[in-house]
Structures are given as C-alpha cells and as structure tokens.
C-alpha cells in the first residue's frame, strides 16, 4: 500500500484496537513513516520509553475512559517526552475519541461523559492541529498590512526579495560564485506609503516632477576623496567643506569634503584605540 501512494511522507492516524497495529506498522517502516497520531489508543510496554520508540506518536486520550483508564495512566507516564506527546481531554470518554454508535462491550463498559461529543471532537481537533507543522507559501507581492490616520501609527508593510544564482553552481565544482547574481526586490512604492500614512492622495507624476526639475536645474552635490588627518585637532577644526564650482558640461555643482582621522587598535594611547572619527553631512543640509 505503501509503495503505491505518490508521496515519500506518510504520516497514520488509528483508534483503539487499530492503533495497535498501525504503530507496528511504523515500526517496520520507520524509513518512511514520519509520525503517527493514536487517539484512545497507547504504545505497547515493549517500546517502554521514547528512544526504543523511533516514530513521533501522539497519544490523546480521554479523561473517563471506561476501558483502559489505567493503561493510559501509564503510558502518560512513559511517553510524554518529545518526540511522544500523550495528552488526556478533561471531561471525555472513550467512545467520544471516535464517532457513532459504540459497539456493546464500549457501551457497556464506558463512562459518562462530561461534555458534548462535538467539544469532545473541537478539542481533539485543535490538539492535532496545533501539532502539525505548516508551511507557509511566501508571498510573491509586497503588501500594506494597514493605513495609519495619526502620526503615532506604526505603518506595517513587507517586501520581497529573491536571489538569484549562478545555474552552473548546482554542480558544485568550486568554480561559480556562490554569491547572488542579482536580488530580485518589489516594494511598495513611496507614493503609496505616503498615501497609507498620511491618509490622503498624492500625485505620482507631481513626485517625480520635484526630482525632475532638481536634476535638471538643481546643483548638484558631488562628494570628494576624504581629506586623511593624524591628529585629532586636525580632524576637530577640520570641518566640512562646501565648495562651490561647475562640472565638465558647465553645470553648476557642490563639492563636499570631510577629514577623517582612523586610529589603529594597537595606538599606544588605550582609550583611543581603534577609533574612525569622521564627519557626516546632514540630509537637512542637501535639502536646503
């Protein structure tokens, strides 16, 4: 049966009696057989302890269980140490651990329950549902979780970035870079952050019109070679330079100059060791 399902992951479910041979099963076929899940049913005392058992078993169980409450005792004890989980349903019998008319010797020997058999059912459910893993499908788009109608808000958006790689590298021969080819990235654009953060429309074209007109007619800034100093005195009154002049084309431009002093980790003085003094433009200083 096993061999004729299209899948390399098999995972069993079985109740009482069934459970019994369904975990013989996965033992057999431990290769494939990733875990199991037993409900009013327990691991025989031949396994005894989680590492004799080598397939993951959930065990739920039933608080009134009039067939084998003792036997579930035990094997909570025994095998509620990952990967076994064994877990008891406050308030549930035996039959409520399965579904329809009980056969005579469950109902003859089951408790009374304590809760409806569709909470019996909810809750069996979300224990199991807790218990899988899930993976969730990456989404190929950014998104905007929400808009923010005051300054306080916390605007909550994703990106997306695929890397790409050299297609040679899978054979693995040492000869291709290991390193992306490129960073395939969406994002939201500012217009539409804008727009979710302040509540109110902005002009696509009217954005991009300011930037437009700045290289066109703006001077621009051109950042210059570090000016290297040895002192620190040097580096203090060496402040940054703002020096105004034309490219190549005729255009007017703003060089901008910074002294840097870089002192090494083993400079004598200790308390100077290994500092990079440098100077920063301000972002409110290029917009002005």
Same mark, same amino acid.
């Given at each position: 049966?096993?061999?004729?399902?299209?899948?390399?992951?098999?995972? @069993? #479910?079985?109740?009482?009696?069934?459970? =019994?041979? /369904?975990?013989?099963?996965?033992?057999?076929?431990?290769?494939?057989?990733? #875990?199991?899940?037993?409900? #009013?049913?327990? @691991?025989?005392?031949?396994?005894?302890?989680?590492?004799?058992?080598?397939?993951?078993?959930?065990?739920?169980?039933?608080?009134?269980?009039?067939?084998?409450?003792?036997?579930?005792?035990?094997?909570?004890?025994?095998?509620?140490?990952?990967?076994?989980?064994?877990? &008891?349903? $406050?308030? *549930?019998?035996? *039959?409520?651990?399965?579904?329809?008319?009980?056969?005579?010797?469950?109902? $003859?020997?089951?408790?009374?329950?304590?809760?409806?058999? +569709?909470?019996?059912?909810?809750?069996?459910?979300?224990? %199991?549902?807790?218990?899988?893993?899930?993976?969730?499908?990456?989404?190929?788009?950014?998104? @905007?979780?929400?808009?923010?109608?005051?300054?306080?808000? =916390?605007?909550?958006?994703?990106?997306? +970035?695929?890397?790409?790689?050299? /297609?040679?590298?899978?054979?693995?021969?040492?000869?291709?870079?290991?390193?992306?080819?490129?960073?395939?990235? $969406? *994002?939201?654009?500012?217009?539409? %952050? @804008?727009?979710?953060?302040?509540?109110?429309?902005?002009?696509?074209?009217?954005?991009? #019109?300011?930037?437009?007109?700045?290289? /066109? !007619?703006?001077?621009?800034? &051109?950042?210059?070679?570090?000016? %290297?100093?040895?002192?620190?005195?040097?580096? =203090?009154?060496?402040?940054? !330079?703002?020096?105004?002049?034309?490219?190549?084309?005729?255009?007017?431009?703003?060089? %901008?100059?910074?002294?840097?002093? !870089?002192?090494?980790?083993?400079?004598?003085?200790?308390?100077?060791?290994?500092?990079?003094?440098? $100077?920063?433009?301000?972002?409110?200083?290029?917009?002005?």
């Amino acid at each position: 049966m096993l061999q004729q399902m299209e899948t390399d992951i098999y995972f @069993l #479910g079985r109740h009482y009696l069934c459970g =019994i041979a /369904s975990q013989i099963l996965a033992y057999d076929h431990q290769h494939l057989i990733q #875990g199991q899940i037993l409900t #009013g049913s327990f @691991l025989l005392r031949k396994y005894r302890n989680s590492t004799t058992y080598p397939v993951s078993t959930l065990a739920l169980f039933d608080e009134l269980d009039g067939l084998c409450v003792t036997r579930i005792t035990e094997s909570f004890y025994f095998y509620s140490k990952y990967p076994h989980f064994t877990i &008891v349903v $406050k308030g *549930m019998n035996h *039959m409520q651990t399965a579904s329809g008319k009980p056969p005579s010797h469950i109902e $003859k020997n089951d408790l009374v329950t304590e809760i409806s058999d +569709t909470d019996a059912h909810e809750q069996l459910a979300s224990i %199991i549902n807790a218990l899988h893993v899930v993976y969730e499908i990456p989404d190929q788009f950014p998104h @905007l979780f929400n808009n923010c109608s005051s300054y306080s808000c =916390i605007l909550q958006l994703e990106t997306v +970035t695929q890397n790409i790689y050299d /297609s040679t590298d899978t054979f693995d021969t040492g000869f291709s870079y290991i390193s992306a080819d490129e960073m395939r990235i $969406k *994002m939201m654009s500012r217009q539409s %952050i @804008l727009e979710a953060s302040q509540m109110k429309t902005y002009n696509f074209n009217e954005i991009d #019109g300011s930037s437009f007109r700045y290289q /066109s !007619k703006g001077r621009q800034l &051109v950042i210059d070679e570090d000016d %290297i100093v040895t002192t620190r005195p040097s580096w =203090i009154l060496g402040s940054l !330079k703002y020096v105004p002049g034309v490219d190549s084309q005729g255009k007017p431009i703003l060089t %901008i100059k910074s002294s840097t002093l !870089k002192l090494p980790s083993d400079y004598p003085i200790k308390s100077l060791a290994g500092i990079h003094y440098c $100077k920063v433009l301000s972002s409110a200083r290029v917009i002005e």
